[in-house]
């Protein structure tokens, strides 16, 4: 079935920078979307983005345009949030996530994404 586990989360200051990590095991996700979601205490699942199988094509909710970048190493099985310019506003769990085969939009309802990691929490303090 596979796993996604996320790392890099941690607690930052204001205007500070993160890097988060989504590993993948036990079967290659190379060949599905993949995204990044987010959920505050007492908010819903938010969209953050979305990359394409091959990376080409990227998708970004509006609160992560401008200030974060999603990549992804097929070779490494890895998908990556770079996150820069962090408000208190972006302290959430954050989710990676995969498409199910063959699909290929860049979906941002979550309903949409079939496999997920646990989530790794990031903090900014004010």
């Known amino acids: 079935q596979g796993q996604l586990v996320e790392s890099g989360g941690a607690l930052v200051q204001t205007g500070g920078s993160l890097r988060l990590s989504c590993a993948a095991s036990g079967r290659s996700f190379n060949d599905n979307v993949m995204g990044w979601f987010r959920q505050g205490p007492g908010k819903e699942r938010e969209f953050v983005a979305a990359?394409?199988?091959?990376?080409?094509?990227?998708s970004y909710g509006n609160s992560a345009k401008g200030r974060f970048t999603i990549s992804r190493d097929n070779d490494k099985n890895m998908l990556y949030l770079q996150m820069d310019s962090l408000k208190p506003e972006d302290t959430a769990v954050y989710y990676c996530?995969?498409?199910?085969?063959?699909?290929?939009?860049?979906?941002?309802?979550?309903?949409?994404?079939?496999?997920w990691g646990q989530g790794t929490q990031v903090t900014v303090s004010s």
């Open positions: 996530a995969a498409r199910g085969r063959p699909i290929t939009v860049l979906a941002r309802d979550h309903r949409a994404y079939s496999f």
């Open positions: 990359i394409s199988i091959g990376g080409r094509s990227t």
